[in-house]
């Protein structure tokens, strides 16, 4: 298909480039009718420009496009050169004061919680960072994209609206000007016809609906027999399914399928096919098909090919109007001017009607960019956003159904812009007067919610999905009524008195629809069988809470909509009740004397309902009438005298019953259903409007009704008017029922009505109710939640309930009610409640749950007790009640209250007769309590000359009438004081009595006529002064008792020790000898430590013995035994790498011998240090093997581990590991059992011997290849070869070891080759020994670098599983040569010598200066018994090791001088000139004699030897390290100290001169001629002549990548940051690789690349090239660490930045700014440093089941 395409494309672009943008533009001015001219041009070309072929190629579209379609309107726009006529227009334009910038998906937005005038405003990041409300209380978020900045808008912000860049834009502004000022008339002209015409072209094109024709005037003569298949967006349908779909129905890739699917959910549509009708019409067939099943199917059109050429421009043409628009607000002024006009077909005809009304038929790109456009022109316009809110208002209706039933989420959709139009104060003022705003938006949303009762309430049966689809999207409706009644006005008009109260009619009809819905009756004998729909209706309270509130903050704002809005409430609860009492008997009620008639109701028979809106917002301006004393100042106007109290407290009373009845446990057979509506009735999200209102309900009942009436019908809805009513009903009902259940049902609900009673008297802090401001109210709040424990910041914020701008108040009040201490490494920073205001704790404070009260009380009694006080928790001194509730008070010394109060009091005296509960006699202390301070606070403030009609102390002093004479309740208290089962109330009881005592004081005091005292109080007053002493005196003594016993303890301590002393000895002893490193033992004290050589320091032999995890069984280490193992986990690092793209093509072939110096790539063995038989971990390894299969067939989790790779956890920790380490003796001294001679070669003697050994190897491997046939020839050559002296080349030494440790030998050196290479396993590969001596240096390398890091000593107390693993491995790497064959490792080390001694016939080996001299040495040394067990010459093992480290130190040496480069600064050194300083210099000038001179010259030989010993140091180190677990000397104790450089006791330990130097000088003639050897490498030459680089030393140690102080750096970089390969698009998921820096665009299918033939996201992907296996990411947007290990490992990691409150924030959802801590990062990079991220992932997933099923490797 594409061949036959070019020629005719190519021929078609030479005749388009012919056309002439200026020509064409002369052409239209001559026009008399433009609109057609500029449409045949159209028709014209647009078809040959767009859309030719399968594939679109957006650059050469748009550059045509631009050439030959723009570039005419350009210059006839401008009537000259577009680029000197659009200058000329943008330096004449004033800049515009307004930001208006539109947000990218992802992008930062910061929105100011000090001067916002609510959250939707917010600033662009550049805004922000030059605007005053950084320094504020800001909050961050990233931008689900569409919004814009609200920067210069001054009805957004308090203060501070300009950023400094647009404050410069203010200075000149006058009274709105026009704009057009600036252009000239004819401009004006020409600019309105050409907008008219492009943007009625594009309006029409968009909104066309026909398949295969055009608009009349765009058709063209010879048309084309070309179709698209295009297939639309949904949001019902899955990537996978799409990507499915697509396979089948146009048989393309995977890659291309998804290359599709990420278009269409980009764009909104893509072409999936190109052809004839047929063809295309086939594809639409299959795709219709396919997705049919479940839901509706994807849509799908066939389009000819024109008509999408035509949408495609016409889309291009809108987003060129808009940046037109740019250049001039006189320009943007016509744009709103066409846009707006008035079509010829009269209502909603202008372009901007049409296009908002066909919004949810067009695809997701057109409206983007079509939405761009209106927010760039006509919100930007302050006379249009007026005009064009209006035109939105009207069409709101339409818009808001098109919403509901479009497929598309609210961002795409045009009533998404109601955020910007309605949140405006002036805006939503003006639509709410003239436009009747309010009514319409809750008149729209009652239209969707069809389904009512035939009470006409709301009904929600069982949702279907749709229907709850629908429901969801008409809950944004409520969104909009939120942002209109958001900003409350400051004065009012009449109309919008009249709007605002009609708003409010309509309100309370959609509120009249849910007073008493989802009514539910309790199920009696068997459990309910459906759990009924609940939630609904609950999400539908939850969403309209705000606006409730917001309703009623506006009614406080103006006296007579306060007064107009109570009436109309009340009508409306009026009719309300006057359908729910009919049918019910009235009943008389009396006790004590009082009757009162109400109606026969029973909560646990009837149908009663949580859902009572009506009442609560009756109860809310009750409260508003209260607080803004429009109840004192007009009475006259408010209809409180029909009040009905009995009915106001009606249902709410329910509502509070039906609580306590599901706490007693009667509903259970009501299922969950129930539970979680009573759970959210009381919860912090819905609690304001429900819970706190029907409380403050039955406060205004109580506050006109008698309290005994109210008291009596209480009893009777709590079913419990028999209880009380009748005498002795409690002994009869307890002696008749012993029905257990029955009992605790009553008793519950007494404990739940005195609760009640308490919250009615208690509950005064919201103001209105009681004299208190909004701040005390909050400070109670918090003052509560941290009487339970400290608590976090987010905490706190959860549990305090949000405004509609999501505060709490909490900052404000925050500081004088606690303290706040800072978080450590983990945890968080907590607030603790400061201790004076303990003081104001309730315990039966209303917001807490039955949970928290009982913690609360736990933690405050054990505070009291830890302050030595007692632990009475009495009631709260209150503030007083405002006068409209004042008289609420009067329940507590009411006469039924006092009854209720003497009865239970009666029950706890005669404990034995009746049911009673300790609960129950808590709340009536409580009780007597707040009665007595309520007195007390009423004497204490009481006038001159007022009698204080609360009596309470003069009521519970009198006993009860005449027939039973029941005592006071003051004489019951006496007696329970001392009640022994009631220990834990003794202190509170004693309050009470003080108290009342305290009070009687006062009264004497006031009162002339002395009362008599009761001789009671003063008796109780004296024996409780017994009481006090007599605690003392045993207390005292007890203590004295305990410190005796103390001394006598520590007495025997010593006498046992002093009898028992060289057992005591003893064990000290051998815990020095079993420590790992052993503290310099007696017998080596006096000596200097030597650790190689011949003088190496003989350490005794120490017996090791371990103990196996998992048989429990003692073993000796011992050659012969059985093996013991370690477990162990091998991995690839580049921890220490200096070049990560370095890349193995193909591991089979690959030598690794020779380490570079960049160390790309190393093998790391950490190990958790348990120790295990071999035999008992080969069981154990098996049974998780088979385990593993077993479960294959049930069911494939991922398990935290890889079986199949090898990884089992440590039995013991947990720990992941991969294979298993052999613990050996040093196997030094097992080989090295020959004698040492004293005369041991020197070094050139040593070099000569070796170099005539190897060259005899290799004599011999040649001819024993070449004459494997001819056996008999071998023998005389033999004879010919001359051997060096004593050397045996057909020795072959026995292998000292088990077979047990053999077999362990080679299973850890398979596994550190499996993992080190990426390879299979072969044990008889030659590689294996190479990669295990790698292991070894890797591992001691990365050691010694943390240590330096950290600045600690050498040989410090290093973690002993640390110290296990490296002498494991060290030994293991030195023993690894008996298993592997000889030969191949004679190969290696004949290899690796050749590298630093060259002999004639070596290969091409690596130069000087690309060989790890540190990986060189290990080799060689490990290597080197292979050749010295056939030497028996006399040459011991230790001089062999010490000739290889003074050879490789030369080397290393050699090396530095090359690679080191000083920098010259004037600072020549004064002091003396040290031997040092001139041999280096010496050397030096050696150097440059063989390098030809082109080493540069270096005069201060102080700076040379500086360079040397610093680049060295890490070799010595490693040395060090290595050569102690190698021949297991003990380390000098100079090196265990922290500080000094141990330059010197280095060099002795290693045996070397502290002037290396005199290595070089020792044996010149040698030395001379390797140095001109190595120096001769063509290599060493092209590095210093400049063509190639070197590592340099010492290698700097490796850090992540450093991070930003503030957060929102990150993300602003990250939003900047667009997907490599999908085309500038955005990245959804942006993640940082903290090893190397680099972005990625994580968790999508445009990023996945395919490795070992899987589908990986970006992040696995990266993980391998970068971290060879292993990485550390930071996902930008949802601020969270990711760590990742091969493909299916992962886990989330606490990120490293905080907030003020000492919290992280991942997933950003509080948005509070968010700093660096430095800590916690450097916590993060030792855990990288360490190698410890994999096992950091096991133990999260371990612990953590949910992070095994993430699939990780789609990351």
Request: glycine share 6%; aromatic share 8%; charged share 25%.
């Amino acid at each position: 298909m594409a061949s036959e395409l070019e020629p005719e494309v190519q021929a078609l672009d030479r005749s388009l480039l012919e056309c002439s943008a200026e020509e064409t533009a002369g052409k239209w001015l001559q026009a008399t009718d433009l609109t057609r001219e500029v449409y045949q041009h159209l028709a014209h070309y647009v078809p040959k420009i767009y859309c030719r072929g399968p594939n679109p190629f957006p650059q050469k579209e748009d550059m045509l496009a631009q050439q030959i379609l723009l570039g005419p309107m350009e210059w006839y726009l401008c009537g000259e050169d577009p680029a000197f006529g659009f200058s000329k227009l943008e330096q004449a334009n004033k800049p515009s004061h307004l930001c208006g910038r539109v947000f990218k998906v992802g992008e930062p937005t910061y929105s100011c919680r000090d001067c916002a005038v609510d959250p939707t405003c917010v600033l662009c990041m550049e805004c922000f960072l030059g605007s005053v409300h950084r320094n504020h209380r800001y909050r961050m978020t990233t931008s689900g994209g569409g919004g814009f900045c609200d920067c210069g808008d001054t009805e957004a912000w308090k203060e501070g609206p300009y950023c400094q860049k647009h404050e410069l834009n203010t200075s000149e502004i006058e009274e709105e000007e026009d704009p057009l000022v600036h252009l000239s008339e004819d401009m004006i002209a020409r600019t309105y016809n050409i907008f008219a015409i492009m943007f009625r072209y594009a309006v029409e094109i968009l909104t066309w609906e026909k398949e295969n024709e055009l608009p009349g005037d765009l058709e063209m003569a010879e048309k084309s027999d070309t179709y698209y298949c295009m297939l639309f967006n949904d949001e019902v349908h899955t990537y996978e399914q799409v990507i499915h779909t697509l396979q089948k129905a146009v048989n393309c890739t995977q890659k291309e399928a998804i290359g599709f699917a990420t278009t269409v959910d980009r764009d909104g549509r893509r072409s999936v096919r190109y052809g004839d009708f047929q063809y295309c019409e086939q594809a639409k067939s299959i795709i219709v098909r396919n997705t049919s099943r479940q839901t509706k199917p994807l849509k799908v059109q066939v389009m000819h090919s024109s008509i999408v050429a035509h949408q495609n421009f016409g889309l291009k043409l809108l987003s060129w109007l808009g940046s037109i628009i740019g250049y001039s607000d006189g320009l943007r002024r016509i744009l709103c001017q066409v846009g707006l006009q008035e079509g010829p077909d009269g209502e909603n005809s202008s372009l901007v009607d049409r296009l908002m009304l066909s919004d949810s038929k067009l695809w997701k790109g057109a409206r983007s960019v079509y939405h761009q456009l209106f927010m760039s022109s006509l919100l930007m316009d302050l006379k249009y956003k007026k005009l064009f809110a209006v035109r939105f208002a009207n069409n709101y209706e339409r818009l808001q159904n098109d919403y509901v039933t479009d497929d598309h989420d609210r961002e795409f959709s045009i009533a998404d812009l109601s955020v910007q139009i309605f949140t405006v104060p002036s805006l939503a003022r003006m639509l709410i007067t003239e436009e009747n705003l309010m009514t319409i938006i809750i008149k729209t949303f009652m239209d969707h919610l069809r389904h009512r009762d035939a009470q006409g309430r709301f009904q929600f049966e069982r949702y279907t999905a749709l229907q709850a689809f629908k429901f969801r999207r008409v809950q944004s409706l409520i969104l909009d009524l939120k942002y209109v009644l958001i900003s409350k006005p400051t004065e009012w008009s009449d109309e919008l008195r009249q709007k605002f109260l009609e708003g409010f009619d309509a309100f309370l009809e959609l509120l009249k629809c849910m007073q008493g819905m989802d009514p539910i009756t309790r199920q009696v004998g068997q459990h309910i069988e459906m759990e009924p729909e609940w939630e609904a209706a609950f999400t539908l309270q939850m969403k309209l809470t705000h606006v409730i509130s917001m309703m009623q903050d506006w009614c406080a704002l103006d006296e007579k909509v306060l007064i107009e809005a109570y009436k109309k409430c009340l009508a409306v609860l009026m009719q309300c009740h006057s359908g729910f009492t009919d049918g019910e008997q009235p009943i008389t009620l009396s006790i004590c004397g009082h009757s009162v008639e109400t109606i026969r109701y029973c909560v646990s028979q009837e149908k009663v309902s949580i859902h009572l809106p009506v009442s609560r917002l009756l109860a809310g301006l009750h409260v508003l009438l209260s607080k803004s004393e429009v109840a004192y100042k007009f009475p006259e106007l408010l209809p409180l005298s029909e009040l009905s109290p009995p009915m106001l407290i009606e249902h709410p009373l329910r509502c509070l019953v039906l609580c306590a009845q599901v706490q007693a446990g009667m509903w259970r057979r009501n299922g969950f259903s129930l539970v979680n509506q009573i759970y959210y009735y009381h919860n912090v999200k819905c609690r304001r409007e429900m819970f706190d209102k029907d409380i403050v309900m039955l406060q205004t009942g109580v506050s006109m009704m008698d309290p005994n009436h109210f008291l009596m019908i209480m009893l009777s809805r709590f079913e419990l008017y028999q209880i009380f009513s009748t005498p002795d009903y409690g002994k009869r009902f307890s002696s008749e029922i012993t029905h257990k259940d029955i009992v605790q049902q009553n008793n519950t609900l007494i404990e739940e009505m005195l609760y009640l009673i308490i919250m009615l008297v208690g509950e005064r802090f919201s103001p209105g109710v009681g004299q208190v401001n909004a701040t005390d109210e909050i400070k109670r709040e918090i003052i509560h939640q941290l009487s339970i424990r400290p608590m976090a910041h987010s905490e706190l914020v959860k549990s305090l309930p949000e405004d509609e701008n999501k505060e709490t108040g909490m900052e404000s009040v925050i500081k004088a009610v606690a303290s706040f201490k800072k978080p450590g490494l983990t945890g968080r920073g907590m607030y603790e409640l400061k201790p004076e205001c303990a003081k104001e704790f309730n315990l039966y404070f209303y917001h807490f749950s039955r949970a928290e009260q009982s913690k609360a009380e736990e933690a405050q009694r054990k505070l009291k007790k830890q302050n030595r006080e007692d632990t009475a928790l009495p009631p709260p001194v209150l503030p007083p009640f405002c006068p409209l509730f004042a008289s609420l008070v009067n329940i507590l010394q009411s006469d039924v209250m006092l009854c209720i109060m003497g009865t239970v009091l009666q029950w706890a005296v005669e404990h034995n007769g009746y049911a009673w509960s300790e609960s129950m006699l808590q709340r009536v202390l409580h009780l007597i309590g707040m009665a007595l301070q309520e007195e007390k606070q009423h004497l204490e403030n009481v006038m001159e000359e007022h009698v204080v009609t609360f009596t309470f102390t003069q009521k519970i002093s009198k006993p009860g009438e005449a027939p039973n004479n029941s005592p006071s309740i003051l004489a019951m208290l006496e007696t329970l004081q001392n009640a022994p089962y009631l220990e834990v109330h003794k202190d509170m009881i004693r309050w009470i009595l003080k108290t009342f005592n305290i009070i009687k004081k006062i009264r004497q005091s006031s009162s002339t006529s002395p009362v008599a005292e009761t001789e009671g109080t003063i008796m109780e007053e004296s024996s409780r002064d017994k009481d006090k002493a007599e605690r003392k005196r045993k207390a005292e003594i007890a203590r004295l008792r305990r410190e005796k016993i103390m001394a006598q303890m520590s007495e025997m301590q010593r006498h046992f020790i002093d009898e028992n002393k060289e057992l005591f000895q003893q064990t000290l002893e051998l815990d020095t000898s079993t420590s790992a490193v052993l503290d310099n033992s007696p017998v080596v004290s006096d000596m200097t430590l030597t650790a190689l050589g011949p003088a190496q320091t003989r350490v005794p032999e120490q017996r090791q013995f371990v103990t196996c995890i998992l048989c429990q069984e003692e073993q000796e280490i011992k050659v012969e035994n059985r093996a013991m193992v370690l477990a162990a986990f091998v991995q690839r690092s580049t921890v220490l790498s200096k070049n990560r793209s370095k890349f193995i093509q193909d591991p089979e072939k690959y030598d690794p011998l020779f380490m570079h110096p960049d160390l790309s790539c190393g093998t790391h063995t950490g190990s958790c240090g348990h120790v295990m038989h071999a035999h008992c971990w080969q069981r154990y390894f098996d049974s998780v093997q088979a385990k593993e299969q077993r479960r294959q067939h049930r069911l494939r989790l991922h398990t935290s581990y890889d079986v199949e790779n090898g990884e089992f956890l440590c039995p013991l920790c947990e720990c992941l590991s991969n294979t298993v380490i052999p613990l050996l003796l040093p196997p030094r001294n097992i080989f090295n059992s020959r004698l040492n001679f004293s005369d041991q070669p020197n070094l050139s003697l040593w070099i000569r011997t070796i170099s005539q050994q190897i060259k005899a190897l290799q004599v011999l491997r040649k001819e024993e290849s070449t004459l494997n046939t001819a056996s008999s020839k071998s023998s005389e050559n033999m004879g010919e070869l001359k051997l060096p002296e004593g050397f045996r080349p057909d020795f072959h030494p026995k292998n000292p070891y088990s077979e047990s440790i053999k077999e362990m030998l080679t299973t850890f050196g398979t596994a550190t080759y499996k993992v080190g290479l990426k390879v299979h396993p072969n044990e008889e590969d030659p590689r294996v020994p190479v990669m295990c001596w790698g292991s070894c240096a890797y591992t001691i390398q990365s050691i010694e670098r943390i240590l330096s890091d950290e600045d600690k000593p050498l040989f410090g107390p290093l973690p002993c599983r640390l110290d296990d693993c490296l002498r494991s491995l060290t030994r293991f790497a030195a023993a690894h040569w008996t298993v592997a064959s000889l030969s191949v490792v004679q190969g290696h080390f004949c290899k690796l010598f050749t590298s630093l001694v060259p002999n004639e016939n070596h290969g091409d080996l690596p130069c000087i200066l690309d060989i790890d001299m540190f990986h060189l040495l290990v080799g060689l040394v490990l290597a080197f018994p292979a050749l010295q067990c056939q030497d028996f010459s006399g040459i011991s093992l230790g001089t062999g090791d010490l000739h290889i480290f003074h050879l490789v130190t030369v080397a290393h040496i050699v090396q530095i001088l090359l690679t080191s480069y000083t920098e010259e600064n004037g600072m020549d050194q004064e002091n003396p000139i040290g031997e040092e300083e001139l041999a280096i210099l010496a050397l030096h000038k050696t150097l440059r004699q063989y390098t030809g001179s082109t080493l540069k010259e270096i005069p201060s030989g102080w700076h040379l030897w500086r360079n040397v010993k610093a680049g060295i140091m890490p070799f010595l180190k490693c040395s060090a390290l290595f050569f102690h677990y190698l021949n297991g000397v003990p380390s000098p104790s100079e090196l265990e100290a922290i500080g000094t450089s141990h330059f010197e006791h280095l060099c002795n330990y290693l045996s070397l001169p502290n002037n290396l130097i005199c290595l070089f000088q020792e044996n010149s003639e040698i030395m001379n001629s390797l140095i001109e050897s190595w120096c001769q490498n063509s290599e060493v030459k092209r590095y210093l002549e400049g063509e190639r680089d070197a590592i340099s030393y010492p290698r700097e140690s490796n850090k992540l990548i450093e991070l930003p102080e503030d957060y929102s750096s990150l993300i602003n970089q990250a939003s900047n940051f667009s997907c490599p390969k999908s085309g500038g698009d955005k990245s959804r998921t942006p993640t940082l690789c903290l090893v190397c820096g680099t972005l990625l665009c994580s968790q999508s299918y445009c990023c996945q690349t395919e490795l070992e033939g899987e589908d990986v996201g970006a992040c696995t992907a990266h993980t391998y090239s970068c971290g060879s296996g292993v990485s550390i990411f930071l996902r930008v947007r949802e601020c969270q660490v990711l760590f990742l290990a091969g493909k299916t490992k992962g886990c989330f990691y606490a990120p490293p930045y905080l907030d003020d409150y000492g919290e992280t924030d991942q997933g950003l959802r509080r948005g509070n700014p968010l700093h660096l801590c430095k800590e916690r990062f450097k916590k993060i990079q030792k855990l990288w440093q360490q190698h410890s991220i994999t096992e950091e992932i096991g133990h999260a997933q371990e612990a953590n089941q949910a992070l095994v099923g993430i699939d990780w490797q789609h990351l």
